[in-house]
């Protein structure tokens, strides 16, 4: 071996000789403070104990196999496609914040659905001068309502916009449910309220505690004094209603309707007696009215308890007669008989079957329509009880005898 010595010349005019790299390095404790701009492609095999505080741009695409018992508390922003199939045992206490558009706003005689109970919150958007409660209120109304939202309009108005509360309290459609109620349980607990008072907790969970009727939060809360809750006493007195349990079979007003009437007046309670005897005994109409003695005086009905053979009018005829007269009662002796002796009409009318009945009837032999009467022509004798009788000769002969002019001549 040999040293190749070469003399440089430096800008300062100092010569240094120049030594090839030996081949045998030596190995120091401590490492140079001039590392090499050209590091060696041959990691060492004993890496630092103190690893770069300037990590790679470019990490492993093996993760460790001992991940961190610390987690980020910053989570990544592309989560996993496949959610875990073991969920939270305690889910949200928020409920999504884009409930239905288009809630109703007519209560419902069954208890109200959620999507229907919407509190009211200030409508602070562009152009919005009120409140609102159709279930649009801003993420963070929604996530705090205590603070921001209001079972009644009028507590709304009151509170954000006082200055116009007139305007405000007439920005909603009237059939809209202006309050909320709530059951109150912090109260005398034998009613609902609607004064806007309702706890925090009821306020923030609108959707278990408030209704847009009385009678649905009675009915969820107070079944057991659903009366006196929705206010019936007042409401239903003076109001007449079916008596089925007497057995008079009439309506009465004497405030001793049945729970389930009261409960449902609007189909079972009237103002007046009529209307409620004609909804409910139209069969025993006059006696429920009390008009069935002046409403029959006089009328003709079947004689068919007696010889029946034609109609009186003594007044002896049976109840359910009298109870519907519209059925079995009639102003005049022929009209009784047409109607109910019409196979034996001449011995019915009697005495006035010797007139007839001036209606039209068609004559066979003569080939034209003629009169039930006695005499000259148009009369053509008493009219067979198998004989159809009409008002007039026209019609007579339009039905009958369609086919002779001269029929009417």
Avoid at 176 to 197: F, H, I, S, T
Avoid at 336 to 356: H, R, V
Avoid at 373 to 398: F, I, N, T
Wanted: a negative charge; charged letters at 15%; aromatic letters at 10%.
């Amino acid at each position: 071996q040999f040293s190749l010595f070469a003399a440089i010349s430096l800008a300062n005019g100092v010569s240094v000789a120049a030594v090839a790299p030996t081949s045998s390095p030596s190995i120091s404790s401590v490492p140079s403070s001039q590392p090499s701009e050209t590091p060696s492609t041959q990691p060492s095999s004993i890496p630092s104990a103190q690893p770069s505080s300037m990590p790679s741009e470019s990490p492993s695409s093996q993760p460790s196999s001992m991940p961190s018992e610390s987690p980020s508390s910053i989570p990544s922003s592309m989560p996993s496609e496949t959610p875990s199939s073991m969920p939270s045992e305690s889910p949200s206490s928020q409920p999504s914040s884009m409930p239905s558009s288009m809630p109703s706003c007519t209560p419902t005689e069954s208890p109200t659905p959620p999507e229907e109970t919407f509190l009211f919150y200030p409508d602070w958007s562009n152009g919005g001068d009120g409140c609102l409660n159709d279930g649009n209120e801003p993420d963070y109304m929604a996530v705090n309502p205590g603070a921001y939202m209001s079972s009644t309009l009028d507590k709304c108005c009151t509170t954000y916009f006082g200055w116009n509360y007139h305007g405000c309290m007439g920005l909603l459609d009237d059939t809209c449910a202006r309050e909320l109620w709530y059951p109150d349980w912090e109260g005398d607990n034998v009613g609902c309220l609607r004064d806007g008072e309702e706890p925090y907790y009821m306020t923030a969970n609108s959707m278990a505690y408030l209704f847009s009727s009385r009678a649905d939060c009675c009915s969820e809360h107070y079944e057991w004094n659903y009366d006196d809750c929705v206010g019936a006493a007042a409401t239903t007195s003076g109001l007449y209603y079916p008596d089925w349990t007497s057995g008079d079979n009439i309506c009465k007003n004497d405030g001793k309707a049945p729970d389930y009437m009261v409960k449902n007046p609007s189909y079972w309670l009237h103002a007046t007696l009529t209307p409620c005897c004609e909804a409910n005994f139209a069969w025993n109409l006059q006696e429920c009215t009390g008009t069935t003695e002046t409403l029959t005086s006089g009328l003709y009905f079947p004689d068919w308890d007696g010889t029946n053979t034609g109609c009186l009018n003594d007044g002896t005829q049976p109840d359910y007669m009298s109870k519907n007269p519209d059925m079995w009662m009639h102003a005049t002796l022929a009209e009784c008989c047409d109607e109910n002796y019409s196979w034996d009409l001449s011995t019915c009318l009697g005495g006035a079957a010797a007139t007839g009945t001036s209606k039209w009837f068609m004559d066979y032999v003569a080939n034209k329509c003629v009169q039930d009467c006695v005499g000259a022509s148009p009369c053509g004798g008493l009219a067979e009880s198998w004989d159809l009788m009409y008002d007039s000769q026209s019609s007579c002969c339009d039905e009958r005898n369609w086919w002779n002019a001269n029929c009417d001549a």
